[in-house]
């Protein structure tokens, strides 16, 4: 969530560099800033009120001391009146700041000096690409043939378990997904993550503080009995983590792992590119977390994109960067980086990671500070990335490692598989 006190001083400001995301601000800001006028007036009226209000109270005993009865009647008489002027200016108050705050949710992260301008994925700016495609022989299969031939992805069971997007892995599949998830783990502790293991279900309050409420309630599950939101990412629970504390400096940085299934309706996703893995609405994925010093968070963000390429790289697997541009970006990023891993048989850059900067706008909500050198209190910057998402890993894995002989095996993987091939 913006900084009101931002929006005070740069209204402006944040119109145009909310242009940038394709968002039109400018009624939405008025509005704010007009709760926010009408707030500081109720205010200013009730200070006043409750200022006469202890003028008069404190007349009373004077008043009866001295034999005024009558008049001390009458202060009595007033002070009442003015509590209930009080009680009304303080209900106008709640009104306003409740508009207000319910209008400031609805505005976007700004985003950063450098995201381009642009619409969609197409203007997206490609910053690296690392590997050599893989040219694969003829009859070469995409992934989900594979996973049928050596039977280890099993997309109709678990369409008959649950539907479709749910697959079932079997085998050497569902031992390639356990030593991705070790490894990926094993690779972020070594760069200082500390592993946690969150529940999968939040409640609503975290579902606020990291963004995804009230902007994506139809892309999660909802288990509404209990009001519990099945987790869209291990981002959530993760960064809820230090909802509502306050650090101190020396405890900065903040790095956090954690692996979790990932739950996503999806919904209006149809079409060839979204067949096997590609699309799913449960996987897997590891995530990494920071919590940063403001000066110091966009040194973070470039860390966190280093030591994402490095894992992807690690893979032998053909990347690149890209940088999104303000039409493409999340709705409370300032600034994000995707990973995309080519598929050789399907000829398509899949996005596997994302690796983003909110800045202090998850702070915000989340009420996450920090008391700086002089004993201020200030909000915190908050970064996260996937390291890395399962599904489209696999299948590029599946595509652009086929032999005739079978699958192989990453070398780093092995340690985690027990074995070389899939075959």
């Not at 099945?230 to 983590?241: G, R, W």
């Not at 989340?366 to 004993?375: A, I, P, Q, T």
Request: glycine residues 6%; hydrophobic residues 40%.
């Amino acid at each position: 969530m913006l900084q009101l006190k931002l929006l005070r001083e740069k209204p402006e400001f944040v119109v145009e560099r909310l242009a940038v995301k394709n968002f039109d601000a400018k009624e939405i800001v008025d509005q704010i800033l007009a709760c926010d006028r009408e707030r500081r007036a109720a205010q200013s009226e009730l200070d006043s009120l409750l200022q006469q209000q202890k003028a008069r109270a404190s007349q009373i005993g004077v008043l009866m001391k001295e034999g005024k009865r009558e008049d001390a009647e009458a202060a009595k008489v007033s002070v009442a009146e003015l509590k209930e002027q009080s009680k009304a200016m303080e209900e106008k108050m709640a009104q306003a700041e409740k508009r207000q705050n319910d209008l400031l949710v609805l505005l976007p992260n700004l985003p950063c000096a450098q995201v381009p301008e642009g619409k969609n994925a197409d203007d997206n700016v490609i910053v690296k690409m690392e590997g050599e495609i893989p040219a694969l022989a003829e009859g070469a299969l995409p992934h989900w043939e594979l996973a049928a031939k050596y039977d280890i992805i099993d997309f109709d069971l678990g369409v008959k378990l649950t539907g479709a997007g749910f697959p079932v892995y079997k085998g050497k599949g569902a031992k390639l997904q356990r030593a991705l998830i070790n490894y990926f783990l094993e690779f972020n502790g070594q760069d200082g993550y500390l592993e946690v293991e969150p529940p999968v279900m939040v409640n609503e309050a975290s579902g606020f503080g990291t963004g995804q409420l009230p902007d994506k309630e139809g892309q999660m599950y909802h288990a509404t009995l209990d009001n519990f939101y099945l987790v869209p990412t291990a981002e959530v629970p993760v960064t809820n983590i230090y909802r509502d504390v306050i650090l101190a400096q020396k405890d900065f940085p903040v790095k956090m792992t954690a692996y979790t299934p990932c739950f996503r309706r999806e919904a209006g996703s149809y079409g060839k590119d979204v067949r096997g893995l590609n699309r799913l609405h449960q996987f897997d994925k590891v995530e990494i977390v920071q919590l940063s010093l403001p000066e110091r968070s966009y040194e973070a963000l470039d860390g966190m994109v280093a030591h994402v390429e490095r894992l992807v790289a690690s893979l032998g697997l053909p990347f690149r960067i890209v940088r999104l541009c303000g039409g493409d970006m999340s709705f409370t990023s300032a600034i994000t980086y995707d990973f995309e891993v080519f598929s050789a048989a399907q000829k398509r850059w899949l996005e596997v990671s994302s690796v983003s900067n909110f800045e202090s706008y998850q702070a915000n909500r989340l009420k996450l500070r920090y008391k700086d050198e002089n004993g201020k209190i200030q909000l915190a910057h908050t970064l996260n990335g996937s390291s890395l998402a399962l599904p489209r890993i696999v299948a590029a894995l599946l595509e652009n490692n086929q032999t005739a002989e079978g699958i192989v095996v990453p070398e780093v993987l092995r340690k985690w598989t027990g074995f070389d091939m899939i075959d």
